[in-house]
């Protein structure tokens, strides 16, 4: 075991780090974004939309999600060149970034698996609390907002951390794509130093420590919720 | 061709998974602390870790280990076979994943059941096989049929460490023939149909085993 090249790498660690942990944040925040009319139109949404929603969850869920990366990044990616002037708008500078790529990816992904946890979620809100709400007089977005995606969010928390966890044990597949998060870095040290275990090793720690971190953060979070005492 | 070695794949390291895991929960179960502990370990790093990780690292590891136990009994250096090196890395994995459902399975099956199997003066491991088992499938199916799943998506993991399955010999195929967009998406079609035939299996499987158990409502 050698360790001499760590203090040499540190720095491009951390900008993997800061990478892995920015791609998460995107691809959860965007995936949960969707996630969520996806689960709701399943719910009450009329049947096409329902049946959509039903169809794109289990496409997601049915295929690798390496090959909707490449997918998405080199058959999009070939794709987009024969869109006419698209390389003088604004968006060409970013089409060319594997970053925006992998986000999308993995914000599909989080938004197949989240969506259907959110359809059972949406389901399990017990009828009473809505009609309840209902006869208060909320319009159907203020029932929505204020009571149904609380409940059902508190009720598949746990549920949720844990299917972060997993997106989280996805993003190294980013590096397949040039995307140079914690894991790309790490093959790059081993092609530049010919080192075969270090830097796996490492790279296998920082994740681990990630997701401890995550997990504890996750329980606290969990306890802070209210909880129906009664 | 490279569906078929994705299959065999799948097939192979889900089997090594369910063996490891059986022995796996058990031992969390019935083992001594020090096997507990061990066991403890095993199901939470590999856990934690990206399954792309370990795979690099359960690859070169069990390639050199294999090489020094190779050269110390005298014989010559080998590559492993990339079938059972895959089939071995991904059983490797899936086993942990394994071992927590079937440990939360086992806890399922009623104390009493166990004890009037032994009360009858059945052998430990007839025990095991004519009661826990048959009692605690039905409960460790869903668990089961989504570690299934999972294993055949972990399989184009092995893309990257130069495995030919299905999701390389398509990046191959679409590499060569410049036609990205449709080799992935028949790539996709063929993963999809893959899952979904296996939950139509499972289904059917947990209707049978379900047999003779209340119907819940």
């Known amino acids: 075991m050698e360790w001499y090249w760590l203090a040499e790498y540190a720095p491009r660690f951390a900008e993997g780090l800061w990478l892995t942990l920015q791609l998460l944040g995107l691809s959860i925040f965007f995936g949960m974004a969707l996630a969520i009319p996806i689960g709701l139109v399943q719910v009450t949404g009329p049947w096409p939309l329902a049946w959509a929603a039903r169809a794109f969850c289990t496409v997601i869920r049915g295929t690798p999600l390496l ?8 058959g999009l990616g070939s794709l987009f060149p024969f869109i006419p002037g698209i390389r003088d708008t604004m968006i060409w500078p970013l089409l ?38 209902r006869a208060m007089g909320m319009s159907p977005f203020t029932v929505l907002r204020r009571i149904w995606l609380p409940r059902a ?39 530049e130093t010919y080192r075969i275990y270090e830097p796996l090793l490492f790279v296998a720690a920082i994740y681990l420590c990630l997701t401890f971190v995550l997990v504890i953060a996750f329980r606290l979070m969990e306890r802070r919720m209210p909880r129906r005492t009664a | 061709m490279g569906l078929f070695r994705t299959i065999q794949i799948a097939v192979g390291a889900y089997a090594l998974g369910l063996l490891i895991g059986l022995f796996g929960a058990l031992g969390k179960l019935h083992g001594g602390p020090v096997l507990r502990w ?26 050199d280990l294999l090489n020094v136990l190779r050269e110390s009994l005298g014989m010559e250096r080998t590559d492993i076979n990339g079938l059972w090196a895959g089939i071995y890395v991904i059983g490797l994995v899936q086993g942990a994943y394994s071992t927590e459902v079937f440990r939360g399975a086992f806890q399922a099956v009623p104390h009493g059941q166990v004890e009037a199997g032994r009360a009858m003066g059945l052998r430990p491991f007839t025990v095991l ?30 893309a990257v460490v130069g495995f030919s399955e299905l999701a390389l010999e398509t990046k191959q195929a679409a590499g060569a023939t410049r036609e990205y967009f449709m080799f992935y998406m028949v790539a996709g079609a063929l993963y999809l149909a893959l899952t979904l035939v296996s939950t139509l299996g499972f289904t059917l499987l947990e209707r049978r085993l379900r047999r003779g158990q209340p119907v819940q409502t």
């Open chain 2, 38 to 63: 061990g066991l403890e370990i095993y199901t939470t790093v590999i856990r934690a870790i990206p399954e792309l990780v370990l795979i690099l690292l359960l690859y070169y590891a069990g390639t």
């Open chain 1, 153 to 191: 969010l508190q009720n598949v928390f746990p549920t949720l951390a844990g299917e972060f966890i997993l997106t989280l044990k996805a993003t190294p597949l980013a590096a397949t794509i040039t995307v140079f998060e914690v894991y790309g870095v790490g093959t790059i040290v081993r092609q």
């Open chain 1, 96 to 133: 060319r970034e594997a970053f925006p790529y992998a986000v999308f990816a993995f914000s599909l992904s989080v938004a197949g698996y989240e969506g259907e946890v959110m359809r059972g979620a949406f389901r399990g809100v017990p009828r009473g609390e809505l009609e309840a709400a």
């Open chain 1, 67 to 74: 090959i909707q990366l490449w997918l998405i990044y080199y």
């Open chain 2, 129 to 158: 096989r004519r009661i826990t088992l048959p009692i605690m499938l039905p409960y460790a199916l869903p668990g089961l049929s989504n570690l299934w799943l999972i294993t055949t998506k972990d399989t184009a993991l092995l």
